[in-house]
């Protein structure tokens, strides 16, 4: 079973789609036994990192996550939330990533939205079959800071995480449910980790 993680953000719809298109069903919970069952869990993107905090701290499933053994992959604000902090209203994540997420320096072209591709990527079994050339959607304003869990890079403004992985964590900043082929792939390798 695949488990979309509720938590008052996120895009789950546009997950749950991706994955159907995949010819995988999936269900969207906050409940912690069938998080703990699943064969995979989903952290997706979209939303504020505090009020996402928040929500997570209350219902307990902040430490839920952390003792997660299956695979997890966090999208976008997922990723972000994986890091130790976020500038984004100063808040503390879960401390997967030893990294700070930050705001992108002010610019005319923040938030980073739309197509890009990958300025260098590793031989993680997550990035499997990509190539550095693949178009990627992104949409956000802030970025994880470059660190030993990097996996694979984009350039937008500067250098920072596209991927990112340690132990069964994985996570991306951009929005593979909504990257066409490319996205497909890396959702048919998360499912096939």
Not at 161 to 174: L, T
Request: proline fraction near 6%; include cysteine; charged fraction near 25%.
């Amino acid at each position: 079973m695949i488990a979309i993680l509720k938590y008052n953000s996120g895009n789950t719809m546009s997950v749950q789609v991706a994955l159907r298109r995949l010819g995988h069903d999936s269900v969207v919970t906050s409940d912690p036994e069938i998080l703990l069952k699943s064969d995979r869990v989903i952290i997706p993107g979209v939303g504020e990192a505090r009020s996402a905090m928040s929500h997570l701290r209350e219902r307990g499933l902040d430490s839920l996550i952390l003792s997660l053994k299956q695979p997890v992959l966090g999208i976008c604000l997922g990723l972000q939330l994986m890091c130790s902090r976020s500038e984004e209203n100063d808040t503390e994540c879960l401390g997967i990533f030893d990294a700070v997420v930050r705001r992108f320096p002010p610019d005319e072209r923040v938030p980073h939205m739309g197509w890009n591709n990958f300025e260098s990527l590793s031989g993680t079994p997550l990035l499997k079959g990509l190539e550095p050339d693949d178009d990627l959607y992104y949409v956000h304003s802030y970025y994880a800071e470059l660190n030993s869990d990097t996996k694979a890079i984009c350039n937008y403004i500067l250098p920072f995480p596209a991927a990112m992985q340690r132990d069964n964590f994985h996570a991306v900043q951009f929005h593979p449910e909504k990257s066409a082929e490319a996205g497909a792939r890396l959702l048919k390798n998360f499912l096939e980790l």
